[in-house]
Each structure stands twice: as C-alpha cells, then as structure tokens.
T-cell receptor, first 110, second 117 residues
Framework: RKEVEQDPGPFNVPEGATVAFNCTYSNSASQSFFWYRQDCRKEPKLLMSVYSSGNEDGRFTAQLNRASQYISLLIRDSKLSDSATYLCVVRRGGSYIPTFGRGTSLIVHP | DAGITQSPRYKITETGRQVTLMCHQTWSHSYMFWYRQDLGHGLRLIYY???????DKGEVPDGYVVSRSKTENFPLTLESATRSQTSVYFCASSESPFRTGRDYGYTFGSGTRLTVV
C-alpha cells in the first residue's frame, strides 16, 4: 500500500459546484498534513495546512480524520481558476521528509 | 529578492554531458530537497539535506550528485546526462519543525525544465 494515496480524477465540475477530495495515508505516526496546489507544470504551492480540529480558508475547508487516516479538502463555489492538481502532503513524526501524493486533478467548466 | 530561486529555467543538453542545476534560498532554511516530476510519476525525491554538509539519498538518486557547502545553496549535478533524465526538476526548502515547534510546510522553486538530447 502506498504511503499516501489520492484519487487521480479528473473531477469535472461546473462553476459554483462544491467538490471534495480525500487523501489516505498509511503511517499512523504521521504528524503534519498539507494540501498543495499545482498548476500545469508549475511549482506546487501551499494551499493550506490541515489541523486536527479542521480549518477553513475562504471557500476551502480541510479536515483530518486520524482514526480513519485520511485528510480531506472541500472547495465550495468552485471557480474556473480552481482548475489545477491538488497534492496531499504528509510528514511522519520524527522525519523532516514529506511524502507527496500523486495529486487529484480538478477541472472546473463554465 | 527573498525566496527560493532555481537556475536555469530551461536547459537543453546532450547525452553524456555534465550539467548542474542551481538552487538558492534566502531564508536560511535548514532543509532542502531536490525532486523530479515526470508524467505518471508525481514528485520523486532525488536528494535531500538537513543542513550544510549533510546530504542523503532519496528515492531516485542514481546518476545525480549534490553538495551543500553553504546553507543557502543546494546544487544538483547530473554527472553524465541521459535521455531518461529529461524532466522537470524542483528544488524545495523548509524550516525545521523540530526547531520552531511548528511545521510551515515546504516552499518550491519555479523549476528547471531539462531536456537531454
């Protein structure tokens, strides 16, 4: 089983839709969690950290479920500009090396 | 300018040549990483470094060499370039979560698009 797994998609949604992605991780010692956004062949950029209590940033909500070992990203009121690949990133406790998922592709259409 | 910069942005080289990709960060981050990204593979870790003069192999180190004589620089050298090393290369840095008590994540450079012909 891969350490971090994501559904590659693509998720094809209309503008204004709500869409959610999940990311599962296999190592229960994982300590830090992030969502990154990557536009076509550009560098990944930090979208948001994921905290145990869940956190929100505008239209984006991230949640962590330690018992089931997954994190989620919810995007409300999707915009065309949200079209990108969303990468899940996990760091194990005691290690500084991140593990990246392969990403979930989102396409928002008019 | 503050940040993490990679050079060159684009490079075409011939098989067998040595080529060095540069990475410079201005934050004095402890950790630095080199990744390659190819279609169908996601980001793959080549080498990483915890501090100056401390480097270690990642997932796909063969054919690459790194050095880190100064905290801010982490060059990646392809000793004898092969076509299979055609890829997009990303450098990243992060501060130590063990030192700060908080994990701020990883910041990437803009990448170097390398073509080996």
């Amino acid at each position: 089983r891969k350490e971090v797994e994501q559904d590659p998609g693509p998720f094809n949604v209309p503008e204004g839709a709500t869409v959610a992605f999940n990311c599962t991780y296999s190592n229960s010692a994982s300590q830090s969690f992030f969502w990154y956004r990557q536009d076509c062949r550009k560098e990944p950029k930090l979208l948001m950290s994921v905290y145990s209590s869940g956190n929100e940033d505008g239209r984006f909500t991230a949640q962590l479920n330690r018992a089931s070992q997954y994190i989620s990203l919810l995007i409300r009121d999707s915009k065309l500009s949200d079209s990108a690949t969303y990468l899940c990133v996990v760091r194990r406790g005691g290690s500084y090396i991140p593990t990246f998922g392969r990403g979930t592709s989102l396409i928002v259409h008019p | 300018d503050a940040g993490i910069t990679q050079s060159p942005r684009y490079k075409i080289t011939e098989t067998g040549r040595q080529v060095t990709l540069m990475c410079h960060q201005t934050w004095s981050h402890s950790y630095m990483f080199w990744y390659r990204q190819d279609l169908g593979h996601g980001l793959r870790l080549i080498y990483y470094s915890a501090a100056a003069d401390i480097t270690d192999k990642g997932e796909v180190p063969d054919g690459y060499v790194v050095s880190r004589s100064k905290t801010e620089n982490f060059p990646l050298t392809l000793e004898s370039a092969t076509r299979s090393q055609t890829s997009v290369y990303f450098c990243a840095s992060s501060e130590s979560p063990f030192r700060t008590g908080r994990d701020y994540g990883y910041t990437f450079g803009s990448g170097t698009r390398l073509t080996v012909v």
